[in-house]
Every structure is written in structure tokens, then in C-alpha cells.
């Protein structure tokens, strides 16, 4: 198998203990960075001559930063890469260079299920907070919308079906493996009106709730967003916010910032919930795997 000259973790990449031994196998010098580079300049000096380089979600490798790393041929993302319009990588300029760019998927959403269950089995019932429907109340027959059936998505609907709920579902397009659960598909406003609580499974930067949608989503709503960012506009977000509903969300980016962590009816526990040491070990299997593809092909 070939190797890199030199690999370069730019920033802190979640890989488990014994990892970095594991990347000294496949090039001949390895730096890993543990703080996060405060400016392009500093990315710019970290990745220096190398060849490749790691990074996680935290940092970015727009064009202009790329265009001054001339001896780049490989990057490999340590975080989920589900198209290059929501990468934090430019991926279609670094392919014209000739940059391979990989990324990973399904590492972390066992937590995120773990999470949503959870939050919302805390407030059905009423643990340390009002029993959301005035007395407790199990998740069976909940009226469970899901916007979004990728890999967490699923996995939320199989959690939501195994404790008794109804669920409906609205993505791209319909999914004959998911009418097959009983999983219904929804048109995005019927779901939104029909549905007790909503959970919001997008890409980064995707956003399907606008004005029109949270009217029809309508009072006394719980939503989840489990996405990297919001998944709706923030104005009349704010507006369905400040009624008779609630909002969970893990991170501060998935709530949309710190405006809203102080809000009543904002719940954020403001860590990434699929950010386990289980899913450490998934991460760093599968980010290896993907330099060991490129160093054998």
C-alpha cells in the first residue's frame, strides 16, 4: 500500500485512542492539531506542504484556502458528508484539482435516537416539567411526523413505531421500504397539521419551514430539530416560538444561535447528542477505511 509524505489533522477529528498510530501506518509523518484554528491564514499554515489533511465539521476549505495548499491530493472529512452543496469542503473546485474528497455517514445517529426519546418521553409524561397534554401521556398512538427519512430519520420513525405511534412521513420522495413499516407519505403541510410532534431530519443548510408551514403546523406543536442547522426561517420561527409550543434541539447551531437558547420554549442541551464513544469508534473505522481505499487504488 502507498503512503501520504504527510497527513495533517488540522483540528481536533474525534478519533478514539490508538488512532493516531493507526494513521502513522499510512504516511510517513502525522500532525494532529486538539485546538480548532482560529482563521484561514492559521489553516493554511497547519496544512503547509502535506498532502492530506483531516478536518472535522468545525472548520472550512473554501476555494480561497485551498487555491494557496498546492500540494494537496487528498481530504478526508471526518463528519458526515451527504452532498458537496452542504460540505464544509468546496469539493467540486478541489475534484478540479484533483483533490479526492471523502467523507463518512451513520456513525452517530444511534445517540440522536436515544436523544429524541428521551427529551420527548420527559415531556409526555411530565418528568421535571408539565405533563405536555395536562396529564402523563405515553408516546403510543402520538401522531409522529418525520421530515426527512435518511439514516436518523429511519431510525426515529422505527423508535416512534416500536412505542406505539402513528407515523407520516414527507421527503423527496416516497419510500417503498417505509410504506412497507406502515409509514406513511405525507405532503410537507398535511404532515405539519396532522402531526402531534414533527422531527426535522435535513442536511445542513436545507430549510423547508417557512411562513405558510408554521401556520399550518399550528399551537401547542413539539418539534425536533436533530439537523446540523435550523430547518426553518427564523422570523416566523420566532413568531410560532413565542405560543403555545416547544422546540428541542441538541446543539446551539441546530437551535439557530444563542438568540433562542434563553427562550421559555426552547430546549437545547447545547452538545452534540450523536457524539458518543461509540460512535467515536465508528468514526475513526470508517475515516480510516477511506484513506486506506484511496492509498490502495
Known amino acids: 500500500m502507498n503512503k501520504f509524505k504527510k497527513l495533517v489533522a488540522i483540528e481536533p477529528v474525534n478519533m ?3 488512532a493516531e498510530a493507526r494513521l502513522a501506518a499510512l504516511a510517513e509523518t502525522v500532525d494532529m492539531y486538539t485546538d480548532i484554528p482560529a482563521s484561514p491564514e492559521e489553516i493554511i499554515r497547519r496544512i503547509g506542504d502535506a498532502d492530506a489533511v483531516l478536518l472535522s465539521f468545525t472548520s472550512s ?3 480561497e484556502t485551498l487555491e494557496q495548499c498546492r500540494n494537496l491530493k487528498y481530504i478526508g472529512m471526518c463528519c458526515s458528508l451527504y452532498s458537496p452543496e452542504s460540505a ?3 469539493i467540486t473546485y478541489a475534484n478540479k484539482r484533483g483533490i479526492s474528497v471523502t467523507g463518512i455517514r451513520d456513525y452517530g445517529d444511534e445517540g440522536v435516537i436515544e436523544y429524541v426519546v428521551s427529551e420527548l418521553v420527559r415531556c409526555l409524561h411530565g418528568f421535571g416539567q408539565n405533563a405536555w397534554f395536562g396529564s402523563p401521556s405515553e408516546i403510543t398512538g402520538l401522531k409522529a411526523g418525520i421530515i ?3 439514516k436518523s430519520g429511519g431510525m426515529i420513525a422505527d423508535a416512534m413505531k416500536f412505542f406505539g405511534a402513528e407515523v ?4 423527496r420522495s416516497m ?3 417505509a410504506e412497507a413499516k406502515g ?3 405525507t405532503p410537507l403541510g398535511d404532515l405539519l397539521e396532522g402531526s402531534d410532534v414533527v422531527f426535522c431530519c435535513l442536511n445542513r443548510n436545507t430549510v423547508l419551514l417557512h411562513e405558510e408551514e408554521f401556520k399550518r403546523l399550528g399551537n401547542h406543536k413539539i418539534l425536533f430539530n436533530t439537523g446540523l442547522s ?8 420566532a413568531e410560532w416560538l413565542d405560543k403555545d409550543n416547544i422546540c428541542y434541539c441538541d446543539t446551539v447551531g441546530a437551535a439557530g444561535g444563542q438568540r433562542f437558547l434563553d427562550h421559555p420554549h426552547m430546549r437545547c442541551v447545547r452538545v452534540s447528542s450523536g457524539i458518543t464513544r461509540q460512535a467515536y469508534a465508528r468514526l475513526t473505522d470508517k475515516v480510516i477505511a477511506n484513506i486506506e481505499d484511496y492509498l490502495k487504488a
Open 16 to 18: 478514539v485512542q490508538g
Open 61 to 63: 476549505l473554501p476555494k
Open 88 to 90: 464544509n469542503v468546496d
Open 148 to 150: 426527512g427519512l435518511g
Open 168 to 171: 407520516t412521513y414527507y421527503a
Open 175 to 177: 419510500k417503498p421500504a
Open 183 to 185: 409509514y406513511r407519505f
Open 230 to 237: 435550523p430547518a426553518w426561517d427564523e422570523a416566523p420561527f
